[in-house]
């Protein structure tokens, strides 16, 4: 069965604090995106990558850089983590042309 | 700015009947549609994917796709309470292959089937 894993279900993390979130995904896909969705805004495009060290930003990528130093992982870094950052993150990959598979998501509470 | 617009919902209907998810999108030129379903508080999971005109079945859903009237719909027969979940519907456009397979979703409907 095929996966994309995410490192943390849920995070705690104090304001200030630089925050981590990992995904592997284990399909030798080419892109993978990290989002967050927070109620009533939908699913908001972070940052995505289509190759191993290649990254473009989406919509919201202020306060967030990504990393992808091998083709299955693709890490989210929040910078300086801020209470308007409390979210869940989902990060995705997928082939060109095709959906994509979600992980579970990392619920992050910034307190 | 290219934009995928759902039926605003909540959508409710009663065990057994038939649901009917739609959803609008401006760009012409988007060649890949998908449909998502996602439980509270759960990840969205791909449930059906069309590309070309016409309805694509599968089970009890039902993907249709009119791209001149740019528009896709999602129809689920036989309605279970199981069903109760948002749904999204996502587009891609492949402009020369430099979308990398990005998707735009739409804010997606919350379905609920009663008993």
């Known amino acids: 069965d095929v996966k994309v894993t995410q490192s943390s279900r849920y995070l705690v993390k104090r304001t200030g604090e630089k925050v981590f979130l990992e995904c592997v995904q284990d399909?030798?896909?080419?892109?993978m995106f990290w989002y967050r969705q927070d109620p009533g805004l939908g699913l908001r495009l972070i940052y995505f990558?289509?190759?191993?060290?290649?990254?473009e930003k989406g919509d919201i990528p202020e306060g967030y850089s990504v990393s992808r130093e091998k083709k299955e992982r693709f890490s989210l870094i929040l910078e300086s983590a801020s209470t308007n950052q409390t979210s869940m993150y989902l990060c995705?990959?997928?082939?060109?042309?095709?959906?994509?598979?979600f992980g579970s998501g990392t619920r992050l509470t910034v307190v | 700015q290219k934009e995928v617009e759902q039926n605003s919902g909540p959508l409710s209907v009663p065990e057994g009947a038939i649901a009917s998810l739609n959803c609008t999108y401006s760009?012409?030129?988007?060649?890949?549609f998908f449909w998502y379903r996602q439980y509270s508080g759960k990840s969205p999971e791909l449930i059906m994917s069309i590309y070309s005109n016409g309805d694509k079945e599968d089970g009890r859903f039902t993907a249709q796709l009119n791209k001149a009237s740019q528009y896709v719909s999602l129809l689920i027969r036989d309605s279970q309470p199981s069903d109760s979940a948002t749904y999204l519907c996502a587009v891609n456009w492949d402009a020369g292959g430099t979308s990398y397979g990005k998707l735009t979703f739409g804010q997606g409907t919350i379905l609920t089937v009663h008993p």
């Open positions: 995705a990959s997928s082939r060109q042309g095709y959906g994509y598979t």
């Open positions: 990558s289509y190759d191993v060290k290649m990254k």
């Open positions: 399909m030798d896909h080419e892109n």
């Open positions: 760009d012409r030129g988007s060649q890949s």
